[in-house]
T-cell receptor, first 115, second 112 residues
Framework: DTEVTQTPKHLVMGMTNKKSLKCEQHMGHRAMYWYKQKAKKPPELMFVYSYEKLSINESVPSRFSPECPNSSLLNLHLHALQPEDSALYLC??????????????FGPGTRLTVL | TQLLEQSPQFLSIQEGENLTVYCNSSSVFSSLQWYRQEPGEGPVLLVTVVTGGEVKKLKRLTFQFGDARKDSSLHITAAQPGDTGLYLCAGEELSGYSTLTFGKGTMLLVSP
């Protein structure tokens, strides 16, 4: 199994809503990532978890709250988002985080629209 | 922060033509990954190059890593409409944590 799955595929939410994005991988990878991607732009790193611990937070606003319940799952909790947060949210995983030659495999993404 | 310059940004060609996409940096990378992304989907890993001077082939796609591991190229021979998509290069930093530095991407449109 070389797949990263993400749910939901699409999400529309109001600025007062609370929602969560989910990501799962069964490749035995110990590093998982959240990226945000705007149209026609490259992905921007948001968070990195290594061995279920938060290793990197790229100065992301607190309205985004990541969670790693176990080594296969990664969540992104959303609360009080702004319309400019509308984007494609990508999850990725890699075998490790602190080693050279570390291929990242991406999920299909969640298209988020904030009204 | 390492920068990765990718060119061209847009490329519109006819089926059967050849093309080359370039990624250049002044910094050395431990590896460089090439992805292809279709609209509304996640990037799909095409290849990873690790050794300076390395050449890898994937059907009609040829990837090369520069001798100094600062640049890379993707050459497509006889492009097909199915090659249409956003091509992203991403360099893995040399030391410490393996975050990726992405190029801005090349949007390729291959018309029949």
């Amino acid at each position: 199994d070389t797949e990263v799955t993400q749910t939901p595929k699409h999400l529309v939410m109001g600025m007062t809503n609370k929602k969560s994005l989910k990501c799962e991988q069964h490749m035995g990878h110990r590093a998982m990532y959240w990226y945000k991607q705007k149209a026609k732009k490259p992905p921007e790193l948001m968070f990195v978890y290594s061995y279920e611990k938060l290793s990197i937070n790229e100065s992301v606003p607190s309205r985004f709250s990541p969670e790693c319940p176990n080594s296969s799952l990664l969540n992104l909790h959303l609360h009080a988002l702004q319309p400019e947060d509308s984007a494609l949210y990508l999850c990725a995983s890699s075998q490790e985080f602190d080693r050279d030659y570390n291929e990242q495999f991406f999920g299909p993404g969640t298209r988020l629209t904030v009204l | 922060t390492q920068l990765l310059e990718q060119s061209p940004q847009f490329l519109s060609i006819q089926e059967g033509e050849n093309l080359t996409v370039y990624c250049n940096s002044s910094s050395v990378f431990s590896s460089l990954q090439w992805y292809r992304q279709e609209p509304g989907e996640g990037p799909v890993l095409l290849v990873t190059v690790v050794t300076g001077g390395e050449v890898k082939k994937l059907k009609r796609l040829t990837f090369q890593f520069g001798d100094a591991r600062k640049d890379s190229s993707l050459h497509i021979t006889a492009a097909q409409p199915g090659d249409t998509g956003l091509y992203l290069c991403a360099g893995e930093e040399l030391s410490g944590y393996s975050t990726l530095t992405f190029g801005k991407g090349t949007m390729l449109l291959v018309s029949p």
